[in-house]
């Protein structure tokens, strides 16, 4: 499994910049600049990725692509689990939030 490390690099006082990138098994660092997936269902995420992404969204419309994403491609992936974690992460706060999929 690959991992994925995000978070937020402060570019002013008052500016941070987000920072999201997924190492391979010998440690090189892959990074799109829009959005990583990882795992079992990796493959399904990124085209359901690639049709949800919208750049500089408040953190409540980050949580709704990031649940749709997660929900329209793990369903598919009988190897994904039950469920993810979304973590919001803004400069203030980190917002944690459970989904759960497909129960069978």
């Not at 369903?75 to 129960?103: C, F, H, N």
Request: with cysteine.
């Amino acid at each position: 499994m690959a991992p994925v490390v995000a978070g937020l690099d402060k570019v002013s006082d008052t500016e941070w910049k987000p920072v999201i990138c997924t190492y391979d098994s010998i440690g090189y660092r892959e990074h799109n600049g829009q959005f990583e997936v990882a795992g079992t269902g990796g493959e399904l995420l990124y085209g359901v990725c690639e049709t949800f992404y919208k750049p500089n969204l408040e953190p409540e419309e980050l949580f709704e692509v990031i649940s749709n994403s997660l929900l329209a491609a793990l369903d598919r992936d009988s190897l994904s689990g039950w469920g993810a974690r979304v973590y919001i992460l803004t400069p203030t706060e980190i917002i944690v939030r459970a989904l759960k999929t497909r129960q069978d």
